[in-house]
């Protein structure tokens, strides 16, 4: 059974700042996530265009339920893509579907949002990752980031605005190093070649760019612009680390970085 939102915020997740000094850190298989979860499914580890039902999200879903999941099927941006490379995207998620079908249904989540309080509903990327070929560039990885990632974080925002009782779950798997503040606030002021010759690990690049929207001097720049800070309020953010995670509502997140 899913929990009840303040049950998982205890168990769970880093509910305040004062926490940080002994964050709650969970193995990955022993995640419960609570009633409402949104989870906004982007695996880079894997080249998997779906998820499965043996993932950890949601395991303490009755094994009767099926799952309610929306694939996006196209990126809201296509910036220096040169051609569309799956071209039968469509036609493989209509036959995933029906061979997953006890297990997930397939729904339009903005037209129709979960109303089952004891089901995870999923949007899923997955199928974007190597959806458009790009422009042979210096800067080809940059754009495939920031479109793949604008995507995700429309969405998110789209999601909230359909229906503001839901959670939505983001995954960042942190990397190895993490820079401090002060090498931070250096990358950002490297021109775009030279930042992206730099944070060439998708890991890191989700660092900076939450880092960015933190900042109110970089919020523009980041793929998250458009979540405002009443919607951080509803979003929670994954930190994983080699089958680690701890979770920490986005809104937590911002006012430590007032607090700084």
């Not at 799956?86 to 249904?105: C, D, G, I």
């Not at 940059?142 to 995954?171: G, M, P, R």
């Not at 009443?230 to 680690?244: A, L, M, T, V």
Request: charged content about 25%; aromatic content about 12%; proline content about 4%.
């Amino acid at each position: 059974m899913l929990l009840m939102f303040n049950q998982f915020l205890l168990k769970e997740a880093i509910r305040s700042p004062i926490y940080l000094l002994n964050p709650a850190v969970i193995k990955q298989e022993e995640i419960n996530l609570p009633r409402l979860s949104i989870v906004h499914y982007l695996d880079h580890a894997f080249d998997s265009h779906f998820p499965t039902r043996d993932l950890a999200y949601f395991s303490q879903i009755g094994s009767t339920k099926r799952i309610p999941i929306f694939h996006i099927l196209d990126l809201v941006s296509t910036e220096e893509t040169s051609m569309l490379l799956n071209k039968t995207a469509p036609q493989e998620v209509r036959k995933w579907s029906q061979e997953n079908t006890k297990q997930f249904k397939n729904v339009n989540l903005l037209e129709t949002p979960n109303t089952d309080v004891n089901v995870v509903s999923v949007y899923n990327y997955n199928i974007l990752k190597d959806l458009y070929k790009y422009k042979s560039s210096l800067l080809s990885s940059h754009y495939k980031y920031l479109n793949l990632h604008s995507t995700l974080w429309h969405y998110v925002k789209a999601a909230i605005d359909k229906e503001n009782e839901s959670y939505q779950f983001v995954k960042i798997e942190l990397p190895n190093v993490i820079p401090n503040v002060n090498v931070l606030d250096v990358i950002l002021k490297f021109n775009p070649i030279k930042f992206a010759r730099i944070v060439n690990d998708i890991r890191l690049a989700q660092v900076i760019d939450l880092y960015k929207w933190l900042t109110n001097e970089t919020r523009e720049n980041s793929t998250l612009k458009n979540i405002s800070d009443e919607d951080s309020k509803r979003i929670i953010i994954e930190f994983n680390y080699k089958g680690f995670s701890s979770f920490m509502p986005l809104f937590v997140i911002r006012s430590v970085c007032d607090e700084s």
